[in-house]
């Protein structure tokens, strides 16, 4: 009796462990048939492309310089004397033509007197050593000798007159005294500088440019310049020297022009940047998303046969959105912009919207 109820108690007890074996059986053959199906989705890394196609990209090529006055310059004395009268002081706006200052002159209108005198005397003896020439009272070498001596008369009248006029110190230029080097009263000798005069009215910046961007320049082009002293203000200014040779460091001068005009006075002096806008047609360009590490050595990938292959590539002016390309690539390339961080080369991918 004991032995056929202990028979019985068997099937019952396996018939559960079997339904456990059975179900932990199931689940193992689904874990890897995910596993699987994850593999297989893993083998095709999922990715975004555009094409590398020519069209038009604008730019802006940036540099930067020192304001400089179109006209400045330092007057200096042509004459000596004591400074009687200044007419103008610091800051003060001179007018070309204008007496600026004034030197003692008594001396100096004096010879011009002289000087007067003796053209005038001269002219006279000319006249009179003709009347006798007729006669032939006196030689045709003494007719000559007084014509020449009436010429060199009219000589010393010219230069005292200039040393006159030399005493009333005009402006050279119209603009802005900026410096004073004497005072009334002081000795002047000649050659000694007296005003420096500034005339912002136009203003240069000189500034240098990179070979590789020289021919994206042209001469007469219109530029935004820009001065950090005045925040979120552009000054208009044109393009008026471009360099014909580079320096040792292959960069070539520039000269931009900016008309001083407006509600806001400029001055020299100042740091200001430019700002070339450029635009260059028939140029293969991607996304700059497309560039993969840095951009000095920059590189993309490319879907080929459905894997990715990271090409070398040389580029060349950019904008905000998108890069010119040099060389490296062909038109119609498919280029990767989208899921690079998970490639290293050669993965097989998938291409999604």
Known sequence: ??????????????????????QLNKNKKELNSVIAFTARQIDAIP???????????????????????NNQLIVVS???????????????????????????????????????ANVEQQAKDI????????????TKH??????????????????????????????????????????????????MPVFEIVDNNQLKLHVKID????YKIEKNQNVNVSVPVFSNHIFPGKVTAIAA?????????????????????????LFAEVEFP??????????KECISGSMEKPQVFVVENSKAVLKNIVTGISNDKYIEVISGLDEGSRVIYSGQLNLGGNEQVKIIE
């Open 142 to 191: 003494d007719l000559e000798k007084a014509e020449i001596g009436f010429k060199k008369a009219k000589a010393d009248l010219i230069t005292a007159q200039k040393s006159l006029s030399n005493t009333s110190i005009t402006a050279p230029i119209s603009g802005v005294i900026n410096q004073k080097f004497v005072t009334e009263g002081q000795f002047l000798s000649g050659g």
């Open 1 to 22: 009796m004991k032995i056929r109820k202990s028979i019985w108690i068997i099937p019952i007890i396996l018939i559960p462990i079997a339904g456990v074996y059975y």
């Open 278 to 287: 450029v635009q260059l047609k028939d140029r293969l360009i991607i996304r």
């Open 47 to 69: 990715v975004k492309i555009e094409t590398a196609t020519r069209s038009t990209i604008d730019s802006k090529i940036k540099a930067s310089g020192i304001l400089e006055a």
């Open 211 to 214: 070979g590789d961007d020289i």
């Open 78 to 116: 042509e004459t000596q004397g004591k400074i009687i009268h200044l007419n103008k002081d610091l800051g003060d706006w001179v007018q070309k033509g204008e007496v600026i200052t004034k030197v003692e002159d008594e001396i100096v209108t004096a010879s011009v007197m002289v000087a007067e």
């Open 127 to 138: 006249e009179r050593f003709k009347r006798l020439s007729e006669g032939d009272a006196i």
């Open 245 to 269: 040779k580079a320096d040792q460091a292959m960069n070539f001068s520039m000269e931009i022009t900016l008309n001083n005009t407006g509600g806001l006075a400029l001055k020299s002096g």
